[in-house]
Nanobody
């Protein structure tokens, strides 16, 4: 049984930083790419970042390049999302998931085994 759990969210002032963690179990972690998505109230879930199984490929939403960095530690079965220079519009629930299907990195339908999410709130 695959389990994915996000942590590290919280309340931060604009301009601050947070690092989110995504711990996975139940599969050989290094065999799967991992994605981060976010969902703000009343909006659809949107792509944030992707990292391949060995960490050699990363891909970001254009609007987030330069502020967010995705990484992973396969020895710890954990992926990370470092978020810097946070803005109030980054406020959302952040989710991670395992990528099982080929195709666009940003397509939410290519992912499964979602975590329950972690709330990030950025105050102005």
């Amino acid at each position: 049984q695959v389990q994915v759990a996000e942590s590290g969210g919280g309340l931060v002032q604009a301009g601050g930083s947070l690092r989110l963690s995504c711990a996975a179990s139940g599969r050989t972690f290094s065999n799967y790419g991992m994605g981060w998505f976010r969902q703000a109230p009343g909006k659809e879930r949107e792509f944030v970042a992707f990292i391949s199984g060995n960490g050699g490929i990363t891909f970001y939403a254009d609007s987030l390049k330069g502020r967010f960095t995705i990484s992973r530690d396969n020895a710890k079965n954990t992926a990370y999302l470092q978020m810097n220079s946070l803005k109030p519009e980054d406020t959302a629930v952040y989710y991670c998931a395992m990528r099982y299907y080929t195709g666009s990195y940003s397509d939410v339908r290519k992912y499964a085994d979602w975590g329950q999410g972690t709330q990030v709130t950025v105050s102005s």
